[in-house]
């Protein structure tokens, strides 16, 4: 088993290594175009490892699909697997969407340059996969040993869609956020951006203000470095979210990890693809806590569910899943803001 998990993480920093050592060696702006083919080829990625997750647990491979998933109390062959892989990666993947208005908010305060927002993502994205991967160890220790963990995450996830759908929720200026101020206390902050670096020294650049008032040779953290630093800790925080909802859906730790890591990968071109047009998707944010409900329902009922539907009922689920997503689609492009429909009529007239 443990070269399984090897030889997946290997793949991944394989695909990122050729992300950024060979495709995006040079910084430059992405376009629409590139990032549009970019997210296609991450989620044709992610939707061909499907193929892999059936053979394996279809065969046993590495001992895959050998103990009782805790979250249902079945054993996951190959087709039950891939439901459960599919349906958390669109999950997943959903609320990653989510981000994206976070990390439209931040470059725009810190007014990062276009051109180096691919590589503020990718580490972030990097740093995320680790920090997803120790919340998920954490979390199949917590409901391996206590089931009834199980039931917790489900009413924080029905607490947050609740909560989602009836208040308005509003994110806070960057620079106000505790993080930033926290770091600009300990750390010397250059207000100038010095290319795509992170971290620069005090005086290297002459016309550097801040050369006045920090000792030369004072390593200084650049806006860009800050904007790291939010984009990392606002994922922790949305994966407060995400991770109880994975484990709503299965809690085998491969299906889990595997379906949180494909869905993170493709974030970075989702941004790029997405990022003018999120004001077109108002009811975006709506389906996403209508997910996060029925999950939540899910966890709670599954027992029902699995006697009634039988054990493919997380093949529904995913139908379910597609169709409240589809509908919130459809409904932010068809279903126009009254000032929208004003604008029209003015043209028109």
């Not at 702006?29 to 590139?34: A, D, N, Q, T």
């Not at 947050?160 to 750390?187: C, D, S």
């Not at 459809?330 to 929208?340: F, H, N, Q, Y």
Request: net charge neutral.
């Amino acid at each position: 088993m443990i070269w399984l998990w090897v030889g997946f993480v290997c793949f991944v920093l394989l695909m990122l290594a050729l992300d950024l050592g060979v495709f995006h060696r040079q910084a430059h702006v992405i376009s629409i175009k590139e990032a549009i083919a970019w997210t296609a080829v991450w989620v044709t990625l992610g939707l061909t490892f499907a193929v892999f997750v059936y053979f394996a647990y279809e065969g046993r491979w590495f001992g895959l699909g050998t103990q009782v998933d805790i979250a249902d109390g079945l054993l996951n062959d190959g087709a039950t697997a891939v439901e459960k892989y599919l349906t958390g990666y669109i999950v997943e993947k959903s609320l990653s969407v989510d981000n994206v208005f976070v990390i439209a908010m931040i470059f725009g305060f810190f007014a990062v340059p276009t051109i180096y927002q691919h590589r503020v993502l990718f580490w972030g994205i990097l740093g995320a996969l680790v920090m997803r991967g120790a919340m998920i160890a954490v979390g199949n220790v917590l409901i391996t040993q206590f089931h009834w963990v199980l039931y917790l995450f489900g009413a924080f996830l029905i607490l947050t869609a609740l909560k989602m759908l009836v208040f308005k929720t509003e994110h806070g200026a960057p620079n106000l956020n505790w993080i930033v101020r926290l770091t600009r206390r300990f750390f010397p902050v250059t207000d100038k951006f010095h290319g795509e670096h992170f971290v620069v020294r005090a005086g290297e650049d002459t016309a550097d203000e801040d050369a006045n008032r920090i000792r030369p040779g004072t390593l200084m953290l650049t806006p860009l470095a800050l904007a790291l630093i939010l984009v990392e800790s606002t994922d922790v925080i949305f994966a407060v979210d995400s991770i109880p909802a994975i484990f709503a859906i299965t809690a085998d730790p491969f299906l889990v990890f595997t379906s949180n890591v494909f869905a993170i990968l493709g974030l970075r071109s989702l941004y790029f693809a997405l990022a003018g047009l999120i004001d077109k998707f108002r009811y975006l944010k709506v389906s996403l806590a209508l997910i996060l409900l029925v999950v939540g329902l899910k966890m709670f009922f599954a027992e029902w569910l699995k006697e009634s539907l039988g054990k493919h009922f997380n093949f529904y689920l995913l139908g379910l899943i597609i169709s409240i997503l589809a509908i919130g689609v459809v409904a932010s492009i068809v279903v126009r803001r009254p000032k929208e429909e004003a604008e029209i009529h003015g043209r028109s007239s």
